[in-house]
Every structure is written in structure tokens, then in C-alpha cells.
């Protein structure tokens, strides 16, 4: 879990255009997607995560979550190319801009951060106009109780 | 052995969108109707959620299980050994693929039916694509209509005529074939980013319009209107405003008293007797065999299950498969060619919300609507672009190499863009050739240890990729005269397993060529029925439902006429 936080909180830093995906809990999400639906692919994800730090360790003399910010990125880029830092990167876009429901996109950070205006019960005509400023409709599909 | 049921008049096998419309004009005509069905009713409630993750990143809607235990194998050509596709794109249920489709309800044209002697007359003989195996169509597109027809006003159909009876009108789709009267319903409203589309399609010269949809424009027969949330892909409607067959045709089938559903069992063979006439069906339901004596049996399980069926059902009079004694069952098997061709915006273009059915279409690429002299191919491609956009899916969005794949710069990039990224559909017309085929897997099997279905997609197809290519092109143009400043075109290939699975059991008048008679009947077994686009030889620029609806609803009308002849 420490080296999938300090990962995912390079690839969507908090910054001044909102949380990352650390503070959105997009962590949650892929924890709970490789406890059950993505049970499958547990294993190589967890050994993705270990070969990070080995790799971190190896290069950069400590394990990612050891490592300052600059340097993760570093380690970032130079894995780019893998099919490890592909996989974490779509899981954290799924933590971060899917329904608050599965853990991630606290208080609508992600649907924010990309102007997602959020599903609604109707959509009206106006709504749909181009360049239109619609007003977010914060709420989760599956109620209050996830997010409002 | 098998535990006997009382015998039905007909069984149809699957009640999807094929299978789902035909036990109507069956059931009313007071024929005893058995459904059988290896999915269940699904629940608006429970089942269809305004949920990316649900419906497109775990496909729950869709992920039903048969059909991804069956899942084909694909491999190019003979000498490859096939693999697992991996996703059945289809899904079961009452109502099939039809729940989660996105409903947009094309008449083909004139000329798809007449493709091979238009295409002769206008062009020469050398025109048709080397290698296919491409015929007429034993039918016109005139035989067809009536039955078009009854399928948009039963269904329910929302567009606008761009042919009535020979008068041409503008505001609809002035390439279609002639039609009898309006659709019942208007089309769908356009979004602000369409309407801007249709304008600059407009300006080239173009004749652009609404496209024809079975979802709600307003309310029909009790049923609401669509109300564009943006969940309409791989989901179901929860206001029943899809007019899928689960809450149409079906509901008012079983309203008759005369069809009897069974849900959640499989067939797994078809039974024939020693004269080669088909008496009924074995089905798995709760790990339990049952057989279903029927006088006559409707196949209509999809594409790759209606071959599979067919050569699974080996018995004396048919050694080779069912109804494949002149070894067509699987032969002329195609899945259309599609693509996205997608575009950046410098504004926001707001298609959040809306249904992939909403949008506009451009119909001067396809068929034989521009001359092909000297362009080296035949056919085309229709022009859709559409709404709906999910989040996730929007922030994955292609960088234009504009921006790093992640940090403050990639969020300050997502944060401006991933709202102004447009999406289209290109349907090309395909043909079938003589090295595309499906028959069965030698080494996958599903649980029931029976072989998967095999898809061979054979070699370079020059014709379907010089056709796609010079669309996309087009769709490049259309894009750039509306403004965008990123235009992204995929590499013209054919699809390894399709949604818009053509043949293996093709209709024709020729018995040496064709499973199916003019009418859908085996040329065969006299008493077998075969349903859905696994009957369609060529594909048209547009996808396949309401013609195989309509083919449907006219070989239960002509079983309906014919009863005594065919129930012998
Ligand atoms: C995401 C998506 C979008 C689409 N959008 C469009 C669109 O906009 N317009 C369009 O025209 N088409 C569209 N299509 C294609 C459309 O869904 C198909 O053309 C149509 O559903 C095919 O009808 P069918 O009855 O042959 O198959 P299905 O609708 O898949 O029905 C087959 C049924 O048979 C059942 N079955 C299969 N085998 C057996 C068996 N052995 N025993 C018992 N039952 C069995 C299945 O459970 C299923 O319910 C789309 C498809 C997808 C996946």
C-alpha cells in the first residue's frame, strides 16, 4: 500500500488545481477492485509494485515511498513504457473519476478536475448547448450516502 | 436421458433481438410458442445504473456468463492456431443484446440487396471484390419494407423520412430507399456540438440529418422518453425509454397467453429424425436435460451460436451438421468494419450527456451514394458522430502529445481538454470472401465440453480498407471544416470478433451457396427456421438490427401463412 500511494500520488499530484488521487482515495478504489472484481490480476499488480521498489531501490538507493517527490518522478518516467505503469495508471484514472460509490473521487475531486458536469436525473436541452457552463450536479447514482 | 415436455407448436431458440420480435406475430396468431432462453428478465432497478464503472469497465450488464464461456477463437488464417477473443461482446437475456445496444434502427438501401448486378451494371465485372463470395440478396429492398415498417412502428422507432413514396425531404436521409410513410416518432433532439456538426456539413455540400434510433423521443405506447443522462452504451435504459424486445414485442407476446418463456436454459442440440426433419430441442436448465418436441424449431441465438449450433447437431441425416449437407453452415461469415475516427476541439464541446444514437449522420460516403469509377473499390462507409462521454474514459484521453501521461501538467491538460474530444462511428459496407469462415474450435471447449465456435478472419481485405480509409478521410475533412485542431484516424483493419456478426447460415435462392431459403427456412430441413444477421450477406454502412427484425417478423408472417406446408 505504501509503494501504490507513493506511485499514484505522482501520477495525480495535488496541486493548485485540486487533490490528487492520493487525497481523492483512488487507493481505495484499486483496493478494493484486487480484493474482488480484479482479484485476477492481484498478483501480478502486487509483484508490479515490489519490482517498482526493487527497481527504486536499485537505481535510487531507497524503496519509491523513501524517495522525494522529483526522484519518483524519475522513477515514473524512466517506466513509462511498461505494461506496469500502464495498468496502475488506468486503475488510478478509474479510482479517480468514478462513482464516489467504489471509494475514489472524494467530494468530486476528479469529476472536477475534468469538468465532468455529473450524471443527472434529466438532462434539459440547455444542458446539452455548446460551450454551455452547466452547474455540477454533485451526487452519486447510488445515493447521498456515497457522496453529494 | 432427456425428461420429455408436452410438445409446442414452435420453439425459438434465444429471445434476443432476432428471436424476441418474431414469437409476437407468432403468438397471435394463436401458435403455441415455446422461448427458450438462457439469460433471464433483467431488472431496470437493479441492473441499469448511470455507472461507468458497472457498464464499461466491468461490462456488468453484459458480462452474462454463457456467452463469455463460449466465448470464439480467432486466429487469421488455417495455418494459425486460433485464440480465445477474450470478451463476447454480447450478452444474454430476454431481451438479449438488444438491453444494452445503442438502438440506432437503419433500413439498409436498395442497392445493398442488389450490390453484386448494381455493381456490374455500373462498374464491370471487375468491381466486385476479388476473392468474395459476395450474391444478390434473393430478396429487394421492396419485399423488405413492409416488414421494416411493422418493425419501427411495433418497436418503436424515432427519425425522420428522407424518401416517402419518391418524395425526397431534406431535413431527412435523402439516400434511403423509399419508405410508406413517416416514423412514429420524431428523432431525437440534436446537442449543440451536433447541430454545429450538421451546419458544417452543410457548408461542404453535404446533406446531413438525424439518425434513426429505437429509443423515445417522446412517449410511446405507455413507455417514457429518453431522458440523455449519458449511460445509454453497454447500459439499459431505467425508464424504458430503449426499446429493447424485453419491453416490447415480448411483453406483448406473452400478453397473448401463448408463449411460454423458459428462461435460463441453454440448448444444446438440435434433434432431427431419419427423414432429416427437425423435431425439437435439448435444453440445460438447472443442470437438468430437457427435450423440447416442436413442429417447427427457430434458431436464433446470434451469429456464432447459430453456426455452432448447427454443426454441434450432427445426426444420420446430417453427418456433417445440420443443415449442412452442402457444407455452407459457417461459410460467407463476416464481421463488419468499423472505426473511430476522433478529433480535438479548441472549445468545449459539451457531448457529456446524450446517447451514442444522438448525433448526426453523413450518408454521401456510403453504398454507392458517390461514383467509384476509378477508385479501385465499392460500397463506402456512413459518417455518425454522436454524444455521450464517460469520465474515466475521458481522462484516459490521447495527450496529442501535447502533455506528459501524468503530473500537474497532465492534470492542467485533462483539465482544459478532456471535454472538447468528439467520437464518431464509421460503418463500412463489408462483403463476405471465401477464406472468412467460422466452424469449430479443434481444442477450446466450453464447460458443457462442447467445441467453441472458431472465427478465421482471413487475409487483406483491399476493398473494405481502401473503402474505410477514403471515409475517414472524409470524416477528417467534415472535422476540420467544424474547427477541430487534432484529428486522429485508426488504421482501417476489420474487426477479429464483431458485434455486427454477419453469415454462416446465408439466405439465397442457390441451395449450393445458401443455408437458408428466401424466406429463412434450411434448404435442408424443411421445418428449421433461422433468425438474426447470421442470414444477411452483405452488411450495409449501418448497423444490422431492424433488418434482422424485420426478416424475423416476415419468416414467422410467411410460417404464419404457411403452417400447414411447413408444420407438415
Ligand atoms: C454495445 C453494442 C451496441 C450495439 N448497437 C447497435 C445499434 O445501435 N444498432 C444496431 O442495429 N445494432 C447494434 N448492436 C448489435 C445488436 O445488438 C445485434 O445486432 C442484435 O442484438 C442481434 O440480435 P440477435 O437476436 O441475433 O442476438 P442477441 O440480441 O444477442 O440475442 C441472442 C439471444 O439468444 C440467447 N441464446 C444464445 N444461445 C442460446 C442457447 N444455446 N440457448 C438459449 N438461448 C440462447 C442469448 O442469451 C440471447 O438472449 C450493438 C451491439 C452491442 C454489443
Known amino acids: ?148 | 436421458m432427456a425428461i420429455s415436455l408436452k410438445p409446442a407448436d414452435v420453439v425459438v431458440i434465444g429471445l434476443g433481438a432476432a428471436g424476441g420480435v418474431a414469437v409476437l406475430p407468432l403468438a397471435r396468431a394463436g401458435l403455441k410458442v415455446a422461448g427458450i432462453e438462457a439469460g433471464t428478465w433483467m431488472d431496470p432497478h437493479l441492473d441499469f445504473h448511470a455507472d461507468e464503472v458497472y457498464n464499461n469497465v466491468r461490462r456488468l450488464v453484459t458480462s452474462s456468463s454463457k456467452a463469455q464461456r463460449e466465448c470464439p477463437t480467432v486466429r487469421a488464417t488455417t495455418s494459425q492456431q486460433a485464440r480465445s477473443a477474450g470478451v463476447h461482446p454480447m450478452m444474454n437475456a430476454i431481451g438479449g443484446t438488444s438491453i444494452h445496444y445503442w438502438a440506432q434502427s437503419w433500413r439498409l438501401k436498395p442497392w445493398d440487396f442488389r450490390t453484386r448486378s448494381e455493381s456490374t451494371r455500373r462498374y464491370g465485372p471487375n468491381s466486385i471484390p476479388a476473392g468474395s463470395t459476395l450474391e444478390d440478396w434473393p430478396l429487394t429492398y421492396d419485399e423488405l419494407e413492409p416488414y421494416y415498417d411493422i418493425i419501427e412502428q411495433e418497436v418503436g422507432v424515432s427519425g425522420k423520412a428522407g424518401n416517402i413514396q419518391g418524395r425526397i425531404d431534406p431535413a431527412g436521409n435523402v439516400f434511403e430507399g423509399p419508405r410508406q410513410r413517416e416514423y412514429p416518432m420524431p428523432p431525437l433532439r440534436g446537442a449543440g456540438f451536433t447541430d454545429h456538426m450538421m451546419d458544417a456539413a452543410r457548408e461542404l455540400g453535404w446533406k446531413p440529418f438525424r439518425p434513426p434510433a429505437a429509443i423515445n423521443s417522446q412517449p410511446y405506447r405507455g413507455r417514457n422518453p429518453c431522458v440523455f443522462h449519458g449511460y445509454c452504451s453497454a447500459g439499459g435504459c431505467h425508464v424504458g425509454a430503449k426499446n429493447s424486445t424485453a419491453i416490447t414485442t415480448i411483453p406483448e407476446a406473452v400478453r397473448t397467453k401463448h408463449l411460454t418463456i423458459f428462461d435460463k436454459a441453454q440448448v444444446t442440440r438440435i434433434i432431427t429424425d431419419s427423414n432429416g426433419r427437425v423435431t425439437g430441442v435439448n435444453y440445460i436448465r438447472d443442470r437438468k436435460e430437457y427435450f423440447q418436441p416442436a413442429k417447427i424449431v427457430l434458431l436464433a441465438g446470434y451469429t456464432y451460436e447459430n453456426s455452432r449450433l448447427l454443426l454441434l447437431s450432427k445426426s444420420k441425416a446430417y453427418p456433417g451438421g445440420l443443415s449442412n449437407n452442402h457444407g455452407q453452415v459457417g461459410r460467407h461469415y463476416f464481421g463488419h468494419w468499423v472505426s473511430n475516427v476522433s478529433a480535438l476541439f479548441p472549445y468545449d464541446i459539451n457531448v457529456w450527456y446524450g446517447l451514442p444514437a444522438q448525433g448526426v449522420t453523413v450518408d454521401e460516403w456510403a453504398d454507392d451514394s458517390f461514383d467509384h469509377a476509378g477508385l479501385g473499390f465499392i460500397g463506402g462507409a456512413s459518417l455518425h458522430v454522436y454524444t455521450e462521454r464517460h469520465p474515466i474514459d475521458a481522462a484516459a484521453m490521447n495527450t496529442y502529445g501535447r502533455a506528459p501521461l501524468f503530473g500537474s501538467a497532465w492534470k492542467k491538460f485533462v483539465h482544459e481538454n478532456a471535454g472538447r474530444v468528439a467520437s464518431t462511428y464509421l460503418q463500412t459496407n463489408t462483403f463476405p470472401y471465401e477464406t472468412t469462415f467460422l466452424d469449430l474450435d479443434s481444442e477450446v471447449r466450453d464447460p458443457l465440453g462442447d467445441p467453441v465456435c472458431r472465427i478465421t478472419f482471413g487475409g487483406v481485405r483491399e476493398n473494405e480498407q481502401r473503402a474505410l480509409q477514403h471515409a475517414q478521410n472524409k470524416m477528417e475533412q467534415w472535422f476540420r471544416a467544424a474547427g477541430a485542431i487534432e484529428v486522429t484516424k485508426p488504421p482501417a483493419n476489420g474487426p477479429r470478433i464483431s458485434t455486427h456478426a454477419y453469415g454462416g447460415t446465408r439466405m439465397g435462392d442457390n441451395p449450393e451457396t445458401n443455408v437458408v431459403d428466401r424466406w429463412g427456412f434450411s434448404h435442408e430441413a424443411p421445418n428449421l427456421g433461422i433468425l438474426g444477421a447470421s442470414v444477411m450477406g452483405s452488411s450495409g454502412a449501418r448497423n444490422p438490427t431492424l433488418t434482422l427484425q424485420a426478416l424475423a417478423w416476415r419468416t414467422a408472417d410467411h410460417l404464419v401463412k404457411n403452417w400447414k406446408s411447413l408444420a407438415g
Not at chain 1, 536499485?58 to 518522478?73: F, P
Not at chain 1, 479510482?95 to 475514489?104: K, L, V
Not at chain 1, 436541452?125 to 455540477?136: F, M, S, Y
Open chain 1, 1 to 148: 500500500m505504501k509503494t501504490l500511494v507513493a506511485f499514484i500520488d505522482r501520477l495525480i499530484p495535488s496541486d493548485e488545481l485540486g487533490p490528487g488521487a492520493v487525497a481523492s482515495g483512488a487507493q481505495i478504489y484499486i483496493d478494493r477492485a484486487l480484493a474482488g472484481p480484479n482479484a485476477s490480476e492481484k498478483d501480478t499488480f502486487v509483484q508490479g509494485l515490489e519490482s517498482v521498489d526493487a527497481y527504486a531501490q536499485r537505481v535510487h538507493g531507497a524503496a519509491l515511498a523513501e524517495l522525494s517527490a522529483e526522484k519518483r518522478d524519475e522513477v515514473l518516467n524512466e517506466m513509462i513504457e511498461s505494461p506496469f505503469f500502464n495498468r496502475a495508471r488506468i486503475l488510478t484514472l478509474e479510482g479517480m473519476f468514478s462513482d464516489p460509490y467504489y471509494g475514489g473521487n472524494k467530494n468530486f475531486a476528479g469529476w472536477d478536475l475534468i469538468r465532468y458536469p455529473g450524471p443527472r436525473p434529466a438532462v434539459a436541452a440547455g444542458d446539452q448547448a455548446l460551450n454551455a457552463d452547466v452547474k455540477p450536479y454533485r451526487m452519486s447514482a447510488y445515493g447521498i450516502k456515497y457522496g453529494h
